[in-house]
């Protein structure tokens, strides 16, 4: 086991047990994101006081470290993600790359301001294979500005080698109010 390995693992437990405590999402986790700073939202869900997003279950990846302007998903690349011809599928790289990606966006976002991804891009420089038990994807903020940011990020293994990178343009905005019906 590599020296990043048993860290890395060590701080998956302990998401994943903050993980089982955590409300499912809401109408009401719009609010509060909303009613304070991107950082202080992403940092409330790390401690699970407020709602993980759903896709990490499904994708099998979690948020295990944020910071103003960088996030850090940690994700298991296990054979249920593979392709019909054996490798892991580049959606799973995406999804994880775009999850980084985004939240390093959010936690420089002051209280009232959402993003949405305007456009990524994904560079796949090495498989996955089945030796690598866990990855990290680890993005950080290059700009952000009040109606656009960009960030980068990076996926590595716990040997240090590099497996993915992507960027993203976000679009910064203020949310409308949801319709009454």
């Not at 580049?90 to 976002?109: N, P, Q, R």
């Not at 301001?113 to 089945?130: D, H, M, Q, S, W």
Request: net charge neutral; aromatic share 8%.
């Amino acid at each position: 086991m590599s020296d990043l390995l048993a860290p890395w693992l060590a701080d998956e437990a302990a998401q994943t047990e903050r993980r089982a405590a955590t409300p499912p999402p809401s109408p009401a986790t719009q609010a509060a994101a909303l009613s304070m700073s991107g950082l202080a939202f992403m940092e409330a869900s790390m401690r699970g006081e407020l709602p993980f997003a759903p896709i990490g279950l499904t994708m099998d990846f979690m948020l295990v470290e944020v910071g103003f302007g960088r996030a850090v998903f940690q994700g298991t690349p296990s054979a249920k993600f593979h392709n019909p011809m054996g490798g892991l599928h580049g959606g799973w790289y995406a999804t994880l790359l775009d999850s980084a990606l985004g939240c390093a966006v959010h936690t420089a976002l002051p209280q009232g301001k959402a993003y949405t991804t305007l456009e990524f891009k994904v560079n796949l420089v090495r498989a996955i294979g089945p030796q690598v038990q866990r990855v990290r994807a680890e993005g950080r903020t290059l700009h952000v500005g009040g109606q656009t940011a960009t960030s980068e990020a990076r996926i590595v293994g716990p040997d240090g080698k590099l497996y993915a990178h992507a960027n993203t343009t976000c679009l910064v905005f203020e949310p409308r109010a949801p319709a009454r019906g």
